[in-house]
Structure formats: structure tokens, C-alpha cells
């Protein structure tokens, strides 16, 4: 009989085991590993001295996120639900999804429609309500940690928590119901509120905080790259200094559909772009469009080239901007650009935007004020030690003054009156030529506002006030007939209506005895004293006669010239009230009552 050899049955027993863990080393791929950040990226407000840079570099060099445009990244803005679920999708490998969901605002066709059509199937989202997701509305930061949650769910990953995570923030109270298990999961394991005192929960998450904490999260729970990421976009060309009147050759190609340069605005002032296309080889009118956008790349003007030459301005504060051209369709073509710069000639600058930093308007003092894009308004702060009267000059240069305004448009600039609290007195619309306006006031604070109608209603202007003292010696307030100033006959009051104060009362006795002729008689400076009143409208000013209980007994309009009245008066108390007909008939006067 013969024996088995065991030995060998042992070694055909190994060699299959060796054959097979080959064979599964072979058809299992090997984990993925994440691109590391590259030193550079193509966006022109991603600044390697920024924290995030790193973050966003690797975000974007393994395909998580591609920017708001080709050289811009939008650090500082918020990201919206679409653009989170779009993150979250990329990581996972960008997997095939039946398109259909419930969400009646998620369209077709657009960036986030299958990402957020994979994430709801995998129950990563969840909605605002059955039929809504809101992609384009900013994710809060208790609603993203949901959504990681819900992912490293997804993935199998520690969904482990402890008890009260949340209690060591300051802010812990603000955490929506809903929302108290996810926040205390993230905070467990050390995703958000990492170094600081309070998780902001409703607050809106920015996109650099949010590659970063995308980029924490891989690393925690160890998240292997996809298969084949995708490659990163080819980096974008830098943009190119633009000198002022130095005249510029660009070209817009299929490669380069567009071009950017970096304009350094030293102060306050115009800057003014010229583009013009040479007769052979240049682009097709309508075929490009000139966009302005400021340091953070946020779009300020955008305007299309039409025929001929192309010229646009647009007041600015100092700082720097770029400028794009940029093709329209698959228009190609040469051009020629050309920068020009005016000074706006009122530095330094003042920033005077609020009632907290009015800047103080002298008496007799001219001042160069300027609206720009981003400055809207300027205010003014006028002290007042007595009443008196107010004027304001507002002229403009010819050149580079804003545009004349109309009555029934929203066109120009308006000056606005405020007092001490910053409600408004009045508003004036700055039409053609030199802008004049008084206003007669009581002793105080007030504010003159500048500010522009619309977005191009920009330009330099001058502004001066003028003050001039009301004399008055009528004491004040003395609006009631508890404050009214008694007056003997003869006696010669200067009174003075203002904005404030649009009643004067006097009072006078009629001596016992018979009834006895008074006669009021009221006059006016030419400079300084209160409109002529008509009789078919409510202009000008009113003198009533009051008996001891305040009740009316004659009233009369005053007119143009001096104002006389009579009446015969039986002894006793009256009163004589002067009183505006509308807010804005104000002045001076002088006032006796005489009696035989």
C-alpha cells in the first residue's frame, strides 16, 4: 500500500493560496491617494500667504472644486447647497446616478442637478421640504454638518458621538432642534469649531473654510482619492499690468477667449478704457464684452463692444481692479486696449459715508467731494450755535462731474437734509448747472447728504455753506399759548419761522375801559424773510387772532408787501399767531401791535 505524500499536498495547497492572493491583488485596484497641493494655483484672489491656500489648492488640484470662473476662487463668499452637494460627489468619484429626484428646483442641466439627484438617493440630502433644495441659496454651517454626517454615513465611517459635545461653545443655545445631533458629532470629532469659543451654527459657510474642513475630513477618516480624478484645468494665464497711456495689443483666441490685466488705481479717480480693433484681423462688432471687477474679483460693470471704438469710464477708489475682455460665443479676433487715469484732486481721501464719520462742512469753505462706484455717498455735519439760515452750493466740473439729474427719473444725484437723529428734512434733486438750497433752522446738529441715483451717477463736486444769523429777539419756542411772548404796543419783535418751529404766538393786553382799534402790522427783509403767500395756494404765512381761550377770531393770509389788519377789541387777553402755510415757508419778520 502506498503512503501520501503530505508534504506535497501542503505545497500545491500554498502555491494556490500565493496564485490566488496575486490574482486578487490584481483585480482589486490599490487605494487612490489624493494629489498633494500644488505651491501655485490659476486663481488670481488666492494668495499663497492666505491660511487657505493650501486648502484650496488641493481642492482644486484633485477636482474637488474647479472656482467661480477659470482665475477666480471666491474665498470670502458663501457656498451654496448646490455647490456643497457638487463637493461631496467629487469626492466620492463622480458616481452615475438615475437623474430623477423630487426636488422641483433642481433643473436639468446644471452643475449640481446630478450631484444632488446621487446625494438624495443616498439619502446625504434631504431638502428644505419634500419638493425643495434650494441649491443656490448659502448652506449654513449646522446644514453642512448634516450633510457629512449623512456622507461619512454613507461611507461607513465613525458616526460616533458623545454627549454634550456642543456645551464648551458659547453659541451652543443657537443650535436649531434638528440640528443638535449632527452639530454634536462634528464638534465630537473635532470638525467644526476647531480653536475657537462659539460653531456659529446658522451662520453661512464660507468656501475657503469649507475646503478646509473638506480637506480635515478626508485625512480623519482616512478617504481615498477616486480611481482616475480627474486633471486639474490648465492654469490660467496671469493677469497683465496695464500702464496707463500706453497703448496695449491683446487677442482673443479659441485657447484664450479671455484676456485679463491688472489696473493699480493710485487714489481717487477716473479711469477710462480705450478699445479699439485694427480694420483686418480684429474681432466682429458685438463679438467681446469689457468687464470691471474690483480686487476681490466681484463684478462691478460689464459692457459689450458694440461698433467703432469702445470708451467707458468709471469713477473709482484707490486699490486694484482688472479688467477683462472677454469674446462673446466663438468670436475671435485682435484688439487694442489703452488705460487713462484722472485724479479725483480731493485727497486725502475722507471717508464720510455715515452720520459717525460725517466729515465737518465749514462755513465759507469749499470742499472737493467725489462719488465713485464704491463710495455712494458722502455726508456733511453742520453746527449750529444760533438759528439762522442755511445754504448750500453744489457745483461740478465739466469734466469729470457726475451727470445732470431729472425730476421723473432716478437719474443724478440728490442732496438730502438730516437732522441731528439722521431723519430726513428734505431731499433736492441736483439738475443742470450750479445746485443752490436754504433751509432755516433752529441752533443744532445737522447733516447734508450727497449720494448718487444710480450705479454710474458718479463724478467729482464742489460743495460750500453759508450761514446766515436770524437775528431774531423773539424769545423760543414759543409755539402754545403757554410759551407765547407777551408784547406791549409799540413794541418792534423780529420772529423767524424755521423748520422746526412754524408757529409764533404772541400775547397783548387790551386795557379796561371801551373797546379800542389794534392793528397788527407785519413786515419782511428782502434777504431772509418768508415767501409771499397767494390766495388760490397754500404758500407764505398766516397771521390769526386768538381770544383768552385760544379760540380763532379772524385769520388772514399774508400777501406780498407789508401786512396790516385791524380789528376792535373789547378788554381782555389775545393772542397773535404767525404760522407757516407749508414746511418749507420759512424766514424772518418784524411784528408790531400798536393801539390808539
Not at 479659441?254 to 477716473?270: C, D, F, K, N
Not at 464742489?462 to 413794541?491: C, D, H, K, M, V
Amino acid at each position: 500500500m502506498k503512503r501520501r505524500s503530505i508534504g506535497g499536498s501542503l505545497k500545491r495547497v500554498i502555491v494556490l493560496t500565493l496564485a490566488l492572493v496575486i490574482l486578487l491583488s490584481v483585480l482589486t485596484p490599490a487605494a487612490s491617494a489624493w494629489r498633494e497641493a500644488p505651491s501655485e494655483n490659476p486663481f488670481i484672489d488666492v494668495h499663497p500667504h492666505h491660511w487657505h491656500h493650501d486648502y484650496v489648492s488641493w481642492a482644486w488640484i484633485n477636482g474637488v472644486t474647479t472656482g467661480t470662473s477659470p482665475t477666480t476662487f471666491a474665498p470670502d463668499s458663501s457656498v451654496t447647497r448646490g455647490q456643497f452637494a457638487t463637493f461631496l460627489w467629487r469626492i466620492a468619484g463622480r458616481p452615475h446616478v438615475n437623474p430623477t429626484h423630487r426636488f422641483t428646483d433642481v433643473p436639468t442641466g446644471m452643475f449640481f442637478t446630478t450631484a444632488v439627484a446621487w446625494a438624495h438617493a443616498n439619502n446625504i440630502v434631504e431638502g428644505l421640504n419634500p419638493t425643495t433644495f434650494a441649491p443656490n441659496s448659502p448652506i449654513t454651517r449646522e446644514q453642512l454638518a448634516a450633510m457629512l454626517f449623512r456622507y461619512i454615513r454613507y461611507i461607513e465611517g465613525d458616526t460616533s458621538s458623545a454627549p454634550g459635545a456642543t456645551n464648551r461653545f458659547n453659541d451652543s443655545g443657537s443650535i436649531s432642534q434638528w440640528a443638535r445631533g449632527y452639530m454634536n458629532w462634528a464638534a465630537y470629532q473635532g470638525i467644526l469649531g476647531v480653536g475657537t469659543s462659539s460653531l456659529n451654527p446658522r451662520g453661512n459657510a464660507r468656501r475657503s473654510e469649507t475646503v478646509a474642513t473638506l480637506k480635515r475630513v478626508v485625512d480623519m477618516f482616512s478617504i481615498d482619492a477616486p480611481p482616475d480624478p480627474p486633471p486639474p484645468p490648465p492654469p490660467t494665464p496671469q493677469p497683465i499690468l496695464l500702464e496707463y497711456d500706453t497703448l496695449t495689443e491683446g487677442s482673443l483666441t479659441e485657447t484664450a477667449p479671455i484676456v485679463t490685466y491688472r489696473l493699480e488705481v493710485p487714489s481717487a479717480g477716473r479711469v477710462t478704457i480705450n478699445l479699439t480693433r485694427p480694420a483686418t484681423g480684429g474681432f466682429p462688432n458685438n463679438g467681446a464684452d469689457v468687464r470691471w471687477l474690483d480686487a476681490s474679483t466681484s463684478l462691478l460693470v460689464t459692457n459689450q463692444i458694440g461698433s467703432g471704438a469702445f470708451t467707458r469710464f468709471v469713477d473709482l477708489e484707490a486699490g486694484t481692479y482688472f479688467i477683462e475682455v472677454a469674446r462673446r460665443g466663438t468670436n475671435t479676433g485682435n484688439f487694442f486696449i489703452t488705460a487713462n487715469f484722472a485724479a479725483a484732486e480731493n485727497d486725502p481721501r475722507v471717508v464720510n459715508n455715515t452720520i459717525h464719520n460725517a466729515q465737518p462742512l465749514p462755513f465759507e469753505q469749499s470742499i472737493a467731494g467725489f462719488l465713485s462706484h464704491q463710495n455712494m455717498v458722502d455726508i456733511y455735519k453742520i453746527e449750529l450755535t444760533q438759528p439762522g439760515r442755511v445754504t448750500v452750493n453744489l457745483t461740478r466740473p465739466t469734466i469729470g462731474g457726475f451727470p445732470n439729474g431729472t425730476a421723473t427719473t432716478n437719474a443724478g444725484t440728490d442732496v438730502r437734509w438730516l437732522n441731528v437723529n439722521s431723519t430726513q428734512i428734505i431731499i433736492n434733486k441736483v439738475g443742470s448747472g450750479a445746485f443752490t438750497r436754504f433751509m432755516d433752522l433752529e441752533a443744532g446738529t445737522y447733516f447734508i447728504e450727497v449720494s448718487r441715483g444710480r450705479v454710474t451717477d458718479t463724478g467729482r463736486y464742489f460743495i460750500i455753506a453759508n450761514f446766515t444769523a436770524s437775528g431774531r429777539t423773539a424769545t423760543s419756542p414759543i409755539n402754545t399759548i403757554a410759551t407765547a411772548q407777551q408784547l406791549s404796543f409799540g413794541e418792534n419783535v423780529t420772529g423767524y419761522l424755521t423748520h422746526q418751529e412754524g408757529v409764533n404766538m404772541f400775547r397783548f393786553t387790551v386795557p379796561a375801559g371801551s373797546n379800542r382799534q389794534v392793528t397788527v402790522s407785519l413786515t419782511r427783509p428782502t434777504v431772509g424773510g418768508f415767501p409771499n403767500g397767494t390766495a388760490t395756494t397754500r404758500t407764505g404765512a398766516d397771521v390769526v387772532w386768538l381770544d383768552i381761550n385760544g379760540i380763532q377770531i379772524t385769520r388772514n393770509q399774508v400777501g406780498s408787501g407789508t401786512f396790516n389788519n385791524s380789528r376792535s377789541l373789547a378788554p381782555g387777553t389775545y393772542y397773535i399767531e404767525i404760522a407757516k402755510r407749508n414746511t418749507f415757508e420759512t424766514g424772518i419778520y418784524n411784528l408790531v401791535i400798536n393801539m390808539p
